[in-house]
C-alpha cells in the first residue's frame, strides 16, 4: 500500500502565499483593472477596453510614438550595458588574486560600489560629471573634448553608461570570479602539461565552466539594465529633452505627472510582458547552447 501523504504540510505554506498575494497579485489586478478603464478625477472609472493598448501600440499616435522611442532607448542602452560590463567583469574575474590576503581586500573593494543606494549613485555622478564642479567634466573640458551632460545628448548618454559600468560590473565580476573558484587545480595542472597558451586555457576550460554563471549574469543585467529608473532620473531627469528618456522614466511621468492613470498601467503591462519575453528567450537560447555544449 502506498503511504499517505499528510497534506497538512500545505498550512505551513499558507502565510507565504498570502503575503505574495497581498503584495504581488492583488497589486497586480490592480493594475490591469486600470488599463482597461478610463478616469476623469473623482474616482470616477469608465469603461475603456482595449482602448489604452491599441493606442500604445500604434506608433502614429501620440503615446506609442513616446512608448517606441523609450523602448529603442531602453534596448540600445541594455546592449551597451551587456556588451561593455560582461568583457569587463570576465577580464576583472581572470585577474583577481587566487590565493592570499589579496583575495579577501579584492572582494571588498569589488562589493563597495553594490552597496551604494541608487539614488546615491546618481547623486554622486550628478556631481562629478558637472563641467563646473565635477572633477570628471572639468577634466574632460581640460583636454579640449567638450561635455555636458545637461544639454549633449552624447555626453548624457556616455554619463549614464559610465555610471552603470562602475555600479554593476563588480556584480559580474563577483560572478565570474566564483565560477573561475570552482575549476578544480587539476585542470590547470593537465594544461600546463601539455602546454597550453594562456588562451587555450581561457577557452577550453575557464570559458566552459564559466557559461551557467554568465548566463545568471547576463539575465541579471539585463533585467536591471532595461527597468533602470532612479540613476538616469536623478543625473539627467530624462534629458536633455528626451534622450534619456527610459520606458521607467515615461512611465512614471505619465502616472504621476500627468496623472493618466489608465495609459501608465497598460504601459506598466506591457513593459512588464516585454521584460519577461526577453528574459525568457535569453534563457532559453543560453540553456540549449549550454545542453548542446554537453
Same mark, same amino acid.
Given at each position: 500500500?502506498?503511504?499517505?501523504?499528510?497534506?497538512?504540510?500545505? @498550512?505551513?505554506?499558507? #502565510?507565504?502565499?498570502?503575503? %505574495? $498575494?497581498? !503584495?504581488?497579485?492583488?497589486?497586480?489586478?490592480? +493594475?490591469?483593472?486600470?488599463?482597461?478603464?478610463?478616469?476623469?478625477?473623482?474616482?470616477?472609472?469608465?469603461?475603456?477596453?482595449i482602448?489604452?493598448?491599441?493606442?500604445?501600440l500604434?506608433?502614429?499616435?501620440?503615446?506609442?510614438?513616446?512608448?517606441?522611442?523609450?523602448?529603442?532607448?531602453?534596448?540600445?542602452?541594455?546592449?551597451?550595458?551587456? @556588451?561593455?560590463?560582461? #568583457?569587463?567583469?570576465?577580464? %576583472? $574575474?581572470? !585577474?583577481?588574486?587566487?590565493?592570499?590576503?589579496? +583575495?579577501?581586500?579584492?572582494?571588498v573593494?569589488?562589493?563597495?560600489?553594490?552597496?551604494?543606494?541608487?539614488?546615491?549613485?546618481?547623486?554622486?555622478?550628478?556631481?562629478?560629471?558637472?563641467?563646473?564642479?565635477?572633477?570628471?567634466?572639468?577634466?574632460?573640458?581640460?583636454?579640449?573634448?567638450?561635455?555636458?551632460?545637461?544639454?549633449?545628448?552624447?555626453?548624457?548618454?556616455?554619463?549614464?553608461?559610465?555610471?552603470?559600468?562602475?555600479?554593476?560590473?563588480?556584480?559580474?565580476?563577483?560572478?565570474?570570479?566564483?565560477?573561475?573558484?570552482?575549476?578544480?587545480?587539476?585542470?590547470?595542472?593537465?594544461?600546463?602539461?601539455?602546454?597550453?597558451?594562456?588562451?587555450?586555457?581561457?577557452r577550453?576550460?575557464?570559458?566552459?565552466?564559466?557559461?551557467?554563471?554568465?548566463?545568471?549574469?547576463?539575465?541579471l543585467?539585463?533585467?536591471?539594465?532595461?527597468?533602470?529608473y532612479?540613476?538616469?532620473?536623478?543625473?539627467?531627469?530624462?534629458?536633455?529633452?528626451?534622450?534619456?528618456?527610459?520606458v521607467?522614466?515615461?512611465?512614471?511621468?505619465?502616472?504621476?505627472?500627468?496623472?493618466?492613470?489608465?495609459?501608465?498601467a497598460?504601459?506598466?503591462?506591457?513593459?512588464?510582458?516585454?521584460?519577461?519575453?526577453v528574459?525568457?528567450?535569453?534563457?532559453?537560447?543560453?540553456?540549449?547552447?549550454?545542453?548542446?555544449?554537453?
Amino acid at each position: 500500500m502506498d503511504k499517505p501523504v499528510n497534506q497538512g504540510a500545505w @498550512l505551513l505554506v499558507l #502565510p507565504v502565499l498570502l503575503i %505574495v $498575494a497581498f !503584495s504581488a497579485i492583488l497589486p497586480l489586478m490592480t +493594475v490591469v483593472n486600470y488599463s482597461v478603464q478610463d478616469t476623469f478625477g473623482n474616482n470616477q472609472f469608465f469603461w475603456n477596453g482595449i482602448g489604452w493598448y491599441q493606442e500604445l501600440l500604434d506608433p502614429s499616435t501620440d503615446l506609442g510614438g513616446r512608448f517606441f522611442d523609450a523602448l529603442w532607448r531602453n534596448l540600445l542602452f541594455s546592449l551597451l550595458i551587456l @556588451l561593455i560590463e560582461v #568583457p569587463l567583469g570576465i577580464a %576583472v $574575474a581572470l !585577474s583577481m588574486p587566487r590565493h592570499g590576503w589579496r +583575495v579577501a581586500a579584492t572582494l571588498v573593494v569589488l562589493a563597495l560600489p553594490l552597496l551604494i543606494p541608487w539614488n546615491v549613485v546618481g547623486t554622486i555622478w550628478q556631481i562629478f560629471a558637472r563641467e563646473d564642479i565635477g572633477l570628471l567634466g572639468w577634466a574632460v573640458n581640460r583636454l579640449g573634448i567638450p561635455y555636458n551632460y545637461t544639454a549633449d545628448p552624447l555626453s548624457a548618454w556616455v554619463t549614464i553608461v559610465a555610471m552603470d559600468v562602475w555600479h554593476w560590473t563588480s556584480l559580474v565580476a563577483l560572478l565570474c570570479y566564483a565560477g573561475l573558484r570552482s575549476i578544480p587545480d587539476a585542470f590547470y595542472q593537465a594544461a600546463r602539461i601539455d602546454g597550453a597558451s594562456r588562451w587555450a586555457i581561457f577557452r577550453n576550460i575557464q570559458l566552459p565552466k564559466m557559461h551557467r554563471v554568465l548566463l545568471i549574469a547576463v539575465l541579471l543585467r539585463f533585467m536591471d539594465s532595461f527597468m533602470i529608473y532612479t540613476e538616469p532620473f536623478v543625473v539627467t531627469g530624462g534629458g536633455p529633452g528626451n534622450s534619456t528618456t527610459f520606458v521607467s522614466i515615461d512611465l512614471v511621468k505619465l502616472a504621476l505627472g500627468q496623472f493618466d492613470l489608465g495609459k501608465a498601467a497598460a504601459l506598466s503591462i506591457v513593459y512588464n510582458l516585454i521584460i519577461l519575453a526577453v528574459c525568457w528567450v535569453f534563457y532559453t537560447v543560453m540553456t540549449r547552447m549550454d545542453a548542446q555544449r554537453n
